[in-house]
């Protein structure tokens, strides 16, 4: 197994070193790992900065793979941080910079934060989470440069009442657009188990999306965590390589050098 949404010292929000998850990852039987630590170029809150050094995340990855990561496959990705008016900024941001796999995320909406709500003030719910898929068509839309969707749903963690607030019914237009979108630029969704984490009914996204985005002709689909410590790396993994199984899936994907890599479930 895979896990390929995973965060160390190099994302903010998280104090792990890449060495403790590649222990944690040998240690529970993983085939192996991709590093995908936050980039948001703007990220809508003062006390967060999803910022890092390319070289020095570049050096410890040499570093790992040098002397800890026998019977480890080491993958190198970021978590990219995408707000419509910063399609351009992410295209530059990009490159002459390598890596194996690069997850497209939306954790700001109308230029404010997601995970404190402020996305929310001052309006419904329904308008906030309207907003949150338009704004992530805009970027799939406008920036191409990413290998898979990151939690899909994500917007389900931050409203007031979790997931009794968010009904597929009521945005189905919306998101089948997205999925449309992705399917036809040849992008992929990830099964992101954190969202069982976050007290949710399901991990991201919802199973009823999965079998939307399958009805449409989507067939990339990567695993991850979403682990920013060693305590969670691999966390649902086995339970959602199940329920894809269910769904009629029969791969799940990695990725190497931006190219995905079937694995049979």
Do not use: W
Not at 23 to 31: C, E, M, Q, V, Y
């Amino acid at each position: 197994m895979y896990d390929f949404h995973v965060h160390t010292h190099f994302s903010s929000d998280s104090t792990a070193s890449m060495q403790s998850m590649a222990d944690k990852a040998k240690s529970i039987g993983l085939k192996g790992i991709c590093f995908t630590d936050h980039y948001d170029l703007e990220y809508q809150s003062p006390e967060i900065n999803f910022e890092f050094s390319y070289d020095d995340y570049i050096e410890e990855i040499k570093s790992l793979k040098a002397y800890s990561s026998e019977g480890l496959e080491i993958y190198t990705g970021m978590e990219l941080g995408m707000q419509p008016h910063l399609c351009a900024e992410n295209e530059a941001l990009l490159k002459g910079r390598s890596f194996d796999f690069i997850i497209g995320s939306i954790h700001c909406v109308n230029k404010k934060d997601i995970y404190y709500r402020a996305f929310l003030e001052g309006i419904t719910e329904s308008e906030g989470i309207r907003n949150y898929f338009d704004d992530m068509l805009q970027c799939i839309e406008g920036f191409k440069n990413f290998d898979i969707l990151g939690h899909l749903d994500a917007v389900r963690r931050y409203l007031y009442n979790k997931d009794d607030s968010f009904s597929l019914n009521l945005y189905e237009e919306l998101v089948r657009n997205v999925l449309s979108g992705l399917v036809h630029s040849n992008k992929g969704i990830e099964v992101n188990t954190a969202g069982l984490r976050y007290g949710l009914s399901s991990f991201h996204p919802l199973p009823d999306i999965l079998k939307l985005y399958r009805s449409l002709g989507g067939e990339i689909v990567t695993l991850g965590s979403d682990a920013h410590s060693p305590d969670n790396l691999g966390y649902g993994i086995k339970n959602a390589l199940s329920a894809l199984s269910d769904l009629g899936f029969k791969y799940y994907a990695i990725y190497k050098d931006r190219k995905p890599i079937f694995i049979k479930i």
